[in-house]
C-alpha cells in the first residue's frame, strides 16, 4: 500500500508565501508524474501544477510565475512552491502521484489567504 502525507499549509497574508510538501511512503513503483490538486468550497477540484518523471512541469494560468513544482526522486517527494499568494488561492490543497501500480492521493492540506 502507497500512503503520502501532505504538510505545509496554514494561514498567510495576501503576497506571502507557503511551501508545500507530499511525501510517499509504502509500496512504491515507478512513479510516472506528480501533481498538486486544489478544491475551494463550492467548486470542482482542479489540476495546479504537475511534474512528469522527466521533470517536465505545467501549471495552470492562474499561478504561473507565482507557484513552483518540484520534486525529490531520491525521497519520492514532491514540493509546490507558492509566492505571491492571493485570497483566490484559498482552497484545500491535494498531491497525487501517478504510478504504475495506481493513483494515490494525500488527505489534504489547508492553506489560507487573507485579505
Known amino acids: 500500500q502507497v500512503q503520502l502525507v501532505e504538510s505545509g499549509g496554514g494561514l498567510v497574508q495576501a503576497g506571502g508565501s507557503l511551501r508545500l510538501s507530499c511525501a510517499a511512503s509504502g509500496s512504491i513503483f515507478s512513479i510516472r508524474a506528480m501533481g498538486w490538486y486544489r478544491q475551494a468550497p463550492g467548486k470542482q477540484r482542479e489540476l495546479v501544477a504537475g511534474?512528469?518523471?522527466?521533470?517536465?512541469?505545467n501549471y495552470v494560468d492562474s499561478v504561473k510565475g507565482r507557484f513552483t513544482i518540484s520534486r525529490n526522486n531520491a525521497k519520492d517527494t514532491v514540493y509546490l512552491q507558492m509566492n505571491s499568494l492571493k485570497p483566490e488561492d484559498t482552497a484545500v490543497y491535494y498531491c497525487k502521484f501517478v504510478m504504475d501500480v495506481g493513483n494515490y492521493w494525500g488527505q489534504g492540506t489547508q492553506v489560507t489567504v487573507s485579505s
Open positions: 511534474i512528469t518523471s522527466g521533470g517536465m512541469t
